[in-house]
């Protein structure tokens, strides 16, 4: 398990990136291959099997030092064993993960597989189609449907309030549990995921508080379907 775990992690370099800010932006730092820390524990009698997932999922990364994944292989039986594999999200998401899985299942089988394609070669790709000007189309017609919006909205808000409270541009308010439900089950009689019942909710507050008929707003697309 452990071979085809740094076997694994050898094949892509991403699994071995650390993240450093260089002054003007982040940059990536690919590690050299090395074998693959596997720490192994034994759960004996009524241990909290819960409890040591938590500590595990919740250890901290350090992204300029990494690692950004690790393993630990948890024994509950003499012959049952769970491996359980933590990542930071810069190096792994829910696309990338059955791939990984298969990956790793495929070589602790004893199976070869082909080489990689690295995230870098993607991106040299995407940028090479680019300059040839493919989706230029595209392109422009987004910028058309841009160009009808105005680069900035009008707020009513209290500029002064608003630069004490601002930490970045980001605000982050948590539902209560309660509201959480309501969102739920709202979303629910509407056939719809709680994320679409909230942006849409978002979008009509901003639409009331801008007086405008169309707001434009940018969302992640992956899994959201």
């Known amino acids: 398990l452990r071979r085809a ?3 694994t992690v050898r094949r892509h370099d991403v699994l071995r990136a650390n993240f450093r800010w260089n002054g003007l932006y982040l940059e990536q730092v690919v590690r050299p291959a090395a074998n693959i820390e596997l720490s192994l524990c034994a759960l004996e009698g009524n241990e909290n099997t819960s409890e040591t997932h938590r500590l595990f999922g919740e250890a901290p990364y350090d992204l300029a030092k990494g690692p950004l994944c690790r393993f630990r292989l948890i024994r509950q039986q003499p012959e049952e064993h769970l491996l359980l594999c933590g990542f930071h999200h810069m190096v792994m998401d ?3 993960w ?3 899985a298969a990956e790793l299942t495929s070589l602790y089988d004893g199976a070869g597989l082909p080489p990689p394609l690295q995230y870098a070669d993607h991106a040299a790709a995407h940028a090479a ?4 000007g493919d989706g ?3 392109h422009a017609y987004w ?3 841009a160009e009808a919006h105005p680069t900035a909205w009008e707020m009513p808000i209290d500029e002064a309030q608003a630069r004490r409270d601002s930490c970045g541009g980001v605000i982050v ?3 209560t549990s309660t509201l959480a439900g309501k969102l739920r089950d709202a979303a629910q009689r509407m056939n719809t995921t709680p994320f679409r019942a909230a942006l849409a909710a978002f979008a009509a507050f901003l639409a009331i508080q801008t007086r405008r008929d169309e ?3 940018a969302t992640t697309l992956t899994g959201r379907s």
């Not at 189609?129 to 040839?132: D, G, I, K, P, Y």
């Open 136 to 138: 230029a189309s595209a």
């Open 98 to 100: 059955p791939l990984f």
């Open 5 to 7: 775990l740094t076997e």
């Open 129 to 132: 189609a680019l300059a040839r």
């Open 173 to 175: 308010s948590l539902l």
């Open 215 to 217: 707001v434009v707003l």
């Open 94 to 96: 829910g696309t990338s």
């Open 143 to 145: 910028r058309r449907r």
